[in-house]
T-cell receptor, first 114, second 111 residues
Framework: EPEVTQTPSHQVTQMGQEVILRCVPI?????FYWYRQILGQKVEFLVSFYNNEISEKSEIFDDQFSVERPDGSNFTLKIRSTKLEDSAMYFC????????????FGEGSWLTVV | SQKIEQNSEALNIQEGKTATLTCNYTNYSPAYLQWYRQDPGRGPVFLLLIRENEKEKRKERLKVTFDTTLKQSLFHITASQPADSATYLC??????????FGSGTRLQVQP
């Protein structure tokens, strides 16, 4: 079964450093998402991406965050200057169509900011 | 703002019994509602999707109901097994945000 792959699985970074989390969505999918889950809390929406542009972002997704689809297969989340509160599991997800289609999640990238 | 509540943080049942998990929502009328399973340290895995015009959906031992009048979905696992132990997430399919998740119910099936 096709799957969403994410790298790295775990990254430890110093506060203030830039981090790039990478995702390869399922190949025929058109809608891409990033979510995050702080330990013990619910899965929260960050950003959705369609047709090479952001279609919606949450209040969490401030100017420190950016997303890119540089080469038609990878989908990246960049955090420009990490803060302690950015420590969380970050999930990439994708689906073929908009509302009503199954969304497939990757296994996540666990980010620890120290 | 939209609110999704999964009534139990944790549910413990005996193997072979039926587990019933509840999801209630307010301030929204979703056309779709989805249920996911999440194991510790792993990503959510899709289980079932139900549309607003469907009252019930089944897949093997799983059953989901969707009552748009009560704004509630029930998720049932029949003949539960210890391998069903996980956190189960209810999510509203909200279009451009894709999914808005509840906080989940942690199910523990005792052998």
């Amino acid at each position: 079964e096709p799957e969403v792959t994410q790298t790295p699985s775990h990254q430890v970074t110093q506060m203030g450093q830039e981090v790039i989390l990478r995702c390869v969505p399922i190949s025929n999918h058109l809608y891409f998402y990033w979510y995050r889950q702080i330990l013990g809390q619910k899965v929260e929406f960050l950003v959705s991406f369609y047709n090479n542009e952001i279609s919606e972002k949450s209040e969490i997704f401030d100017d420190q965050f950016s997303v890119e689809r540089p080469d038609g297969s990878n989908f990246t989340l960049k955090i420009r200057s990490t803060k302690l509160e950015d420590s969380a599991m970050y999930f990439c997800a994708s689906r073929t169509g908009a509302t009503g289609n199954t969304i497939y999640f990757g296994e996540g990238s666990w980010l620890t900011v120290v | 703002s939209q609110k999704i509540e999964q009534n139990s943080e944790a549910l413990n049942i005996q193997e072979g019994k039926t587990a019933t998990l509840t999801c209630n929502y307010t301030n929204y009328s979703p056309a779709y509602l989805q249920w996911y399973r999440q194991d510790p340290g792993r990503g959510p895995v899709f289980l079932l999707l139900i549309r607003e015009n469907e009252k019930e959906k089944r897949k093997e031992r799983l059953k989901v109901t969707f009552d748009t009048t009560l704004k509630q979905s029930l998720f049932h696992i029949t003949a539960s097994q210890p391998a069903d132990s996980a956190t189960y997430l209810c999510a509203l399919d909200t279009g451009r945000r894709a999914l808005t998740f509840g906080s989940g119910t942690r199910l523990q099936v005792q052998p």
